[in-house]
């Protein structure tokens, strides 16, 4: 088993009281699976991503990756989570400053220490996603949707075993939205990693293995 969540709790604290999202989630990710989680606004979709990508620790539970529990504040799943997560956000959060190719291969560079050589596994996931000729342009020089690929090669490049995507197209209109969900769907079949995406697209849902709805803290 890849990934096992067991009874994941998470509150945040309001002008009201405690602010219940996340109930008690069970899940399990087996190797090369596909989800689709999906809810109405608000419901913790995006919280339960960054809990199972180690990016915030939950009140209480597990989150266990290859049989061994990991949590956002331990060393050793900061190094894990480089190597092994891959994640692709809504907003593309790329660097302004930096080409779309030196975009790509900062996760590598974190990972060895070694710039000229992630620079050449950038440019190998920066022609596989078509952007060949927009390898060395900047941020503002792409299309939304040319972002949007630069976002998903740079999540490729570490070869993550688990691939992290929350509302990947939502900013995108329907041809380019069609274009990244193909995009990555065809490029997680080929680096044989599993995904979670979060979605309101009913469509994309379907196109996942398994589908889930969270609704009042619950997988359902």
């Avoid at 190094?79 to 994640?87: K, P, Q």
């Avoid at 959060?93 to 596994?121: H, Q």
Wanted: aromatic share 6%.
């Amino acid at each position: 088993m890849l990934l096992e969540v067991k009874s994941i709790r998470k509150s945040y604290s309001d002008v009201g009281g405690e602010l219940h999202i996340l109930k008690g989630i069970d899940l399990k990710v087996d190797y090369n699976q596909t989800i689709a989680i999906t809810g109405e606004s608000g419901s913790g979709k995006s919280t339960l991503l960054h809990l199972l990508g180690l990016l915030d620790n939950a009140d209480s539970g597990q989150i266990i990756y290859l049989d061994k529990k990991r949590e956002f504040s331990n060393k050793d799943s900061a190094r894990f989570r480089n190597e092994n997560i891959g994640f692709i956000f809504q907003y593309h959060y790329l660097l302004d400053d930096l080409t779309a190719c030196e975009n790509v291969a900062m996760p590598n560079f974190i990972k060895t220490g070694n710039w000229r050589g992630s620079l050449l596994k950038a440019q190998e996931l920066v022609e596989r996603v078509d952007l060949k000729d927009r390898k060395n342009h900047f941020p503002n020089q792409l299309s939304g949707g040319e972002q949007q690929r630069v976002a998903v090669a740079r999540a490729l490049i570490n070869k993550p075993i688990m691939i992290l995507a929350d509302e990947p197209t939502g900013n995108l209109d329907q041809r380019h939205s069609d274009e990244i969900i193909d995009l990555i769907i065809n490029l997680n079949k080929k680096e044989n990693s599993s995904l979670i995406i979060v979605t309101h697209n009913k469509e994309i849902a379907g196109r996942m293995q398994e589908h889930y709805l969270l609704k009042d803290g619950l997988l359902h």
